[in-house]
């Protein structure tokens, strides 16, 4: 970053925007850049400050205790106080690894001195550094954001039952108010029943349906009250990694507030998008709802919003989409007796523009396929005039080969395993990520099954499967320079590629039922298959490479081609640092499925 892109990039900090030209060069002259792993302790009671810290990349918490208070991230600035007081009550530690700029205390206490309007910032109480930020002229719908309460959100309607009602009789109850979960009251207090909860009980270890729901209720319930900020509600959301809070106010449960639905709101106040989606009453309208999606990506990605999180978010908007049109288009009888399933990207819910459509139909054993056809010739036909571009595979639910019973699913994955091509092998991987959007999604979970049957059965089959992530060169050199066309670089081949597939590779090895990357490289880390640090090597890799690409994409058009010329230092360094941990996940692949024997 050059000193003018530093200049600029502290002044858009506030209040470092009160300085004078003079007082901002002698500030950015005495900064120094620095990184910092994960879970490093960079001011405590019993740590002396030394600096005043602003994020580039990376974020850090502040802790009381072992409660999480505030999450710093990218452009926010701390701690002030530990430098101005000589001494700090909390703990500020690194939670994702940093990079950020360091101001040492004596240049910091000196600008201080120099600018009142700078040092008062920094001085007065938190109740009159609230009011001074709301009347700023500059503020943005971040700090907006920071200072919305939770009832201003979108929240559902809650269903709540004794614990004695039985399991069905609340899925009856919830599906008439359109919740999505039940709140269970027990002798202790509340407890919680979602889905996923259901699912892992009823339908996978035997529980009678028609027995109490009490049994089976999540408990203690996380809350937040409806007068309180939506910024700690997604302080929850992160500390608890959970979809849901319910939202009490006076002591009574009033709603749900779902992790979808406050990040709409954060990406856009009016958080019209997913109510949109919910209540299109025609096609036409559910287009025009889905043409909102490029507007909430551009403002997160603005505000540095992790792209995994972002990645989530669209996926779920698309997955409403594909849902609310598969329910327009197919009649009823029809639809309850398959599943529309997304792949690849999608399925894995880190698509972010709307790119190739890879989706499939799995027809109840049955059926009359030829049924559904005219129906899902006028899906796909449907998703193209809504921007999403036909696949060049021809990887969709108009094509016959997509579009099948799960029988004829059940044969293809037998297939797949016996007598491998390429296209199998990729076939088989992008089937793998899928997820389902609508209709029967049991037997999706049953195919799945049936294909990690399959790989207990053949342990050379991996080898073969794994493969793929040497298909392409690493664009980095010996002397770790980087190697363009054109000054240009494919980050999808030379980088996202290789870790997305040898992720699922050995999520695929191991048995893993989770369908995203991230998710993948955390449980494969749990599991001892990746060691710790460079689990979290591949994370900040994988997010570099997504980040660049989606900074591209929406400057400049689709497209996985990154220019070098459009990067600053430091996302250069970050780019090539990237590539050298890609070449060392390729070199673990390649020893633990022993690829060079592969021919």
């Not at 040492?104 to 700078?118: G, T, V």
């Not at 959970?242 to 709101?265: A, C, F, H, P, T």
């Not at 990887?395 to 296209?423: G, L």
Request: proline share 2%; glycine share 6%; net charge negative.
């Amino acid at each position: 970053m050059s000193m003018h892109d530093l200049e600029a990039f502290i002044r858009s900090i506030y209040p470092f925007e009160l300085l004078s030209k003079n007082e901002l060069s002698k500030a950015t002259r005495a900064m120094n850049i620095a990184y910092y792993k994960k879970d490093g302790i960079l001011i405590s009671p019993s740590k002396t400050a030394s600096f005043l810290y602003i994020i580039l990349k990376g974020e850090v918490g502040e802790f009381s205790e072992d409660e999480l208070l505030k999450v710093y991230s990218k452009s926010n600035s701390f701690d002030a106080d530990a430098l101005i007081y000589g001494q700090s009550a909390k703990q500020f530690k690194v939670l994702e690894e940093l990079i950020c700029y360091e101001l040492d205390k004596a240049s910091f206490l000196a600008l201080m001195d120099s600018n009142e309007a700078f040092k008062a910032y920094f001085i007065q109480d938190l109740a009159n550094k609230i009011h001074s930020a709301k009347q700023r002229e500059y503020t943005t719908e971040l700090s907006g954001f920071m200072m919305a309460l939770v009832r201003e959100c979108y929240v559902h309607t809650p269903t709540i039952v004794e614990k004695e009602c039985s399991i069905m009789e609340a899925l009856r109850e919830m599906e008439a108010k359109k919740s999505s979960c039940i709140v269970v009251r027990l002798e202790e207090g509340y407890g919680i029943v979602t889905d996923s909860v259901i699912r892992k009980h009823v339908l996978f270890n035997g529980y009678d349906k028609h027995a109490s729901i009490g049994a089976i209720a999540l408990f203690p319930l996380i809350s937040i009250e409806a007068s309180d900020y939506l910024f700690n509600a997604l302080l929850s959301f992160t500390k608890h990694a959970i979809k849901r809070l319910v939202v009490m106010e006076n002591g009574k449960i009033i709603g749900i507030l779902e992790q979808l639905d406050l990040l709409s709101y954060f990406a856009n106040h009016s958080y019209l998008a997913a109510v949109k989606i919910k209540k299109a009453g025609s096609i036409e309208e559910l287009k025009e709802a889905s043409g909102e999606f490029i507007h909430i990506i551009r403002k997160l990605h603005v505000k540095g919003t992790k792209v995994d999180y972002i990645a989530k978010l669209i996926s779920e908007l698309n997955a409403k989409v594909y849902e609310k049109l598969y329910t327009m288009i197919l009649p009823e009888a029809l639809a309850s007796k398959a599943c529309l399933v997304v792949m690849g990207s999608e399925g894995r819910k880190e698509q972010l523009l709307k790119t190739d459509q890879d989706n499939a139909l799995i027809i109840e054993d049955g059926m009359d396929v030829d049924a559904y056809v005219p129906y899902m010739k006028r899906l796909s036909e449907t998703l193209i005039d809504f921007g999403y571009p036909p696949c060049e595979g021809n990887i969709m639910v108009s094509n016959a080969y997509w579009c099948k019973s799960k029988r004829a699913y059940s044969q293809e994955i037998a297939r797949w395993f016996d007598t491998p091509n390429m296209e199998d092998v990729m076939h088989l991987a992008i089937f793998f990520d899928a997820h389902a959007v609508a209709g029967n999604a049991s037997m999706l979970s049953e195919l799945k099954a049936e294909i990690l049957r399959h790989v207990e059965a053949q342990t050379t089959f991996m080898a073969y499967f794994a493969m793929p992530v040497l298909a392409f060169e690493t664009p980095i050199g010996f002397f770790a320079n980087l190697i363009a066309k054109e000054n240009k670089i494919d980050v999808k081949k030379g980088g996202i590629f290789p870790i997305v597939h040898g992720i699922r590779s050995l999520a695929l090895e191991q048995g893993i039922d989770v369908s995203d990357t991230v998710g993948r490289i955390k449980k494969l880390a749990h599991l001892g298959v990746l060691e710790s640090d460079f689990s979290g090597a591949l994370l900040e890799a994988l997010d570099t490479f997504l980040n660049l690409r989606l900074k591209e994409q929406l400057e400049r058009g689709f497209g996985n081609q990154v220019n070098l010329e459009h990067l600053n230092e430091l996302e250069l360094e970050l780019l090539k640092d990237s590539f050298k941990i890609v070449n060392k996940f390729k070199k673990f692949l390649t020893h633990h499925f022993k690829l060079s024997m592969v021919s």
